[in-house]
């Protein structure tokens, strides 16, 4: 039986557009097994589990947990853990680490600053410190939400540790199993689907240089759906590669047709017409899931503006 990634590949589905929204990302490093739903599902309190996604929700600001590439005995809890923060935002782009011992400390943190970007708050609570490190490639291998992200998602975290890359983390859930192996970036938050251990290689070389690849993009979590696209498809049109150039600075409609506008940081501004259509035939959007036809968003027009229209709003 084939499963929803080899499916998805097979009828060519689009991947932009499709990545996690988040503009910040906290992640906790919780060794041992993780089950479907994580951070209520693994060796971390589930209490404490649950006190998390409740101060994480609507802040924008979205919790995962990371560990080291590699078996996972089931090994309780942790003596010292590994936490970041990333800001995703372009003109705000950080991130920051600490270790802690005492995981109840997360919730001291200031989720609604956090989510707007300020990291003051991970800095005093947890004696964080901005990273000076590789930028981080997490791989989702959550087997227990999608046999996909295991079967492909634990080999390309292997090989990448393996082969040396620094900052290689396996983590629990980017969404869009039918993608895997998927791959979040950071600190610049952009994702990447059916990911090859080359082309990560590719993508982290280029992240350190402060260069975006479009190549198997996902999009920045920091935007909504149709502007992940919008900013992807200015980013094809113009071969800018800066990764901080572009910001989705407003989305007006709603579904199925957006216009979005996208502003680069030299002043120059794009209207992307952007339309949500269904993948079809239908598909299955995990593996043993029924078939579905799964919104994709497709980029129409990419038009630039002149600086009295782009004034003019």
Known sequence: MSTCSTVSQD??????????????????EQPGPWGAKALTQSHLDPVLGRALETAANGTGVRVALIRRPGRHADCGTAAERQVYAAHAVPGNVWLHEAT???PERLLELDFAALGTGDPQTFDSALQGRPHAGDPLALVCTNGKRDRCCALLGRPLAAELAASGVEGVWEVTHLGGHRFSPTLLVLPYGYAY????AHAVKEVLHSVQEGRIVVAGCRGNSAWVRPGQAAELAVRQATGEDAAEALSVVRTDGAAPRWEVTVAHRDGRHWRVGVA???SLPPRPESCGSALGSPARMDVVTVRELTMTTALAG
Not at 16 to 28: D, E, F, K, R, S
Not at 193 to 196: D, L, S, V, Y
């Open 276 to 278: 949500q259509g269904s």
């Open 11 to 28: 009828l060519a589905e689009p991947i932009a557009g499709t990545a996690a929204t988040a503009t910040t990302w906290l992640l906790v």
């Open 100 to 102: 802690i011992s005492d």
């Open 193 to 196: 689907g059916r990911a090859e």
